[in-house]
């Protein structure tokens, strides 16, 4: 059972009792004709052979309340597409697959690059993107949630606390962000727990009180991948096409909402999904990547807030940051004895050693580059660069799915 503390800047709907998933969909359908909601699931092929998403489709066959559900896929052949759409063409809502790398998509990217209008590299941010796209071109929906397609724990009323705040006028968030805990008998979300929260706090004693930090540090779980909006959100939230998605989302809802209008809201007991490796001796996988691209959005972000960010903060942050690290783990530690939780204090500390190289090379990166890659334009920016191109998205996907 959840406790009802308040923290921070970010309003905090509590899973305070298991009640199950009925009043929240029996309300859901309720406000659908109003609220129409549409689920966005960015997978790789890989996911259709994993056990996770069988499972997620079996509890969407029962959703009465989403007006249509997009997959949104990457690392598909033209057979593995086909064989995808299959293994979901059982389900009753009206499903549409958006294909990546298949031509007709491909074309769209590339006319949009000689446009000068930068999409960046495949990616989950590119895919999402796109799959906003295709969703504003159809006018079917109001409201947008987004979750992964490795999640093992996924169940129904998973999927109404996500999208309950956004979707029930009564209390009308623009903006919903998924938490949980990431326990089995051990802790897991090591960016979370060792770099990300760590880094804000440090930030935060260097640069003194920012609002946007203090945002940040109001979330429970800022890199999970579930998150729920108002589909106006997705016209003017640009997004990065990296492992900064996470992050740069937030920065993007920040800027365009007001903080009255955000909420994070409990999804479940406990969350289990695949793990990344920490890749250690190199940077450019797993975790290491990820660190990485966390970090630079994060600077980038705080720079356009206005922050100062030198040679002389980053030494600085580096020492701060490996300080306030090894005090969370002492604090990690005692909860999972307390808990008779499985707690491997060294390999904690290579975690915080791998994220402090992570952040070294982010931050001559940014000193490099303080603008780095652009983030994908809003969608606003595209439509007025070409009126047309929503229509076209919907056409070509829509071919690629076999409607005319």
């Known amino acids: 059972m959840s406790d009802f503390y308040q923290t921070g800047v970010v309003a905090t709907l509590h899973r305070l009792v298991s009640s199950g998933y009925e009043r929240l969909e029996q309300e859901l359908t309720q406000f659908a004709p109003n609220r129409d909601i549409a689920l966005v699931l960015p997978a790789l092929w890989s996911e259709f052979e994993g056990p996770a998403l069988p499972r997620i489709l079996n509890e969407l066959k029962d959703v009465p309340y989403l007006s249509q559900i997009v997959f949104t896929i990457s690392g598909a052949t033209a057979e593995q597409f086909a064989k995808a759409r299959q293994m979901a063409s059982f389900l009753p809502q009206d499903v549409t697959f958006v294909w990546n790398n298949g031509p007709r998509v491909q074309a769209m990217y590339e006319r949009l690059s000689a446009h000068n209008l930068p999409v960046g590299p495949d990616g989950k941010g590119r895919s999402c993107w796109m799959a906003f796209g295709y969703v504003l071109a159809t006018q079917k929906s109001d409201v947008i949630a987004l979750h992964d397609c490795d999640v093992l724990t996924f169940d129904r009323e998973f999927l109404a606390r996500l999208c309950y705040p956004v979707a029930n006028p009564n209390i009308n968030f623009e903006f919903c962000k998924g938490y949980y805990a990431r326990v089995t008998d051990r802790m897991h979300g090591r960016v979370t727990r060792l770099l990300v929260m760590p880094l804000i706090r440090s ?63 409990e999804l479940c007991d406990t969350y289990e999904h695949k793990h990344q490796s920490l890749s250690q001796d190199d940077p450019g996988k797993g975790l290491g990547k990820m660190a990485v691209d966390i970090c630079k959005t994060l600077f980038r972000t705080l720079s356009a807030e206005g922050a100062k960010l030198d040679v002389g903060l980053f030494l600085t942050l580096q020492s701060t940051y490996v300080r306030t690290a ?46 780095g890659q652009p983030l994908i334009p809003n969608w606003n920016r595209i439509t007025a660069a070409l009126p047309g191109c929503l229509e076209e998205i919907r056409a070509e996907v829509d071919a690629d799915n076999g409607r005319s």
């Open 203 to 265: 930030l935060q004693r260097i640069l003194g009180p920012i609002p946007f930090l203090a945002f940040l540090d109001s979330f429970r779980y800022p890199l999970a991948g579930e998150f729920c909006m108002k589909v106006d959100l997705a016209r003017v939230n640009r997004i990065p096409s990296d492992w900064g998605l996470e992050i740069g989302v937030l920065a993007e809802v920040f800027r365009n909402c007001s903080v009255k209008r955000v909420c994070q809201s």
């Open 326 to 371: 090894e005090d969370t783990i002492t604090r990690y530690q005692a909860d999972a004895l307390i808990d008779g939780l499985v707690f491997d204090r060294h390999q904690e500390e290579v975690a915080v050693e791998s994220f402090a190289k992570a952040l070294r090379i982010a931050s001559v990166a940014y000193l490099e580059d303080p603008l």
